[in-house]
């Protein structure tokens, strides 16, 4: 069956960097356009990057030019580089494949900023 598994979240003072990583398995994963959401204390599950299987990506506003969505076919991974971090950015982040509504989704994964 479908799993995405994601890692890579942590601990990491303002300013610092993090690359999460999302492992599919039990999919196309080719054929699968690809996200990353988010979901903070209190607050509703946000998109924070996706990317086509054409390789386009979009971004929220708030992570432009900070967060980077990547892909590897051959892995069947997709990553995301986080760099610059502040404490807003504390959240649970999700790895989806295929959409909100009938995708697949990670475990999700913690990453914490905080000094």
């Known amino acids: 069956q479908a799993q995405l598994v994601e890692s890579g979240g942590g601990l990491v003072q303002p300013g610092g960097s993090l690359r999460l990583s999302c492992a599919a398995s039990g999919i196309r994963f080719r054929i699968y356009a690809m996200g990353w959401y988010r979901r903070a204390p209190g607050k509703q599950r946000d998109l924070v990057a996706a990317i086509t299987t054409g390789g386009s990506t979009n971004y929220a506003e708030s992570v432009k030019g900070r967060f980077t969505i990547s892909r590897d076919n051959a892995k069947n991974t997709v990553y995301l580089q986080m760099t610059s971090l502040k404490p807003e950015d504390t959240a649970v982040y999700f790895c989806?494949?295929?959409?909100?509504?009938?995708?697949?989704w990670g475990q999700g994964t913690q990453v914490t900023v905080s000094s």
């Open positions: 989806n494949a295929g959409g909100v509504e009938l995708g697949y």
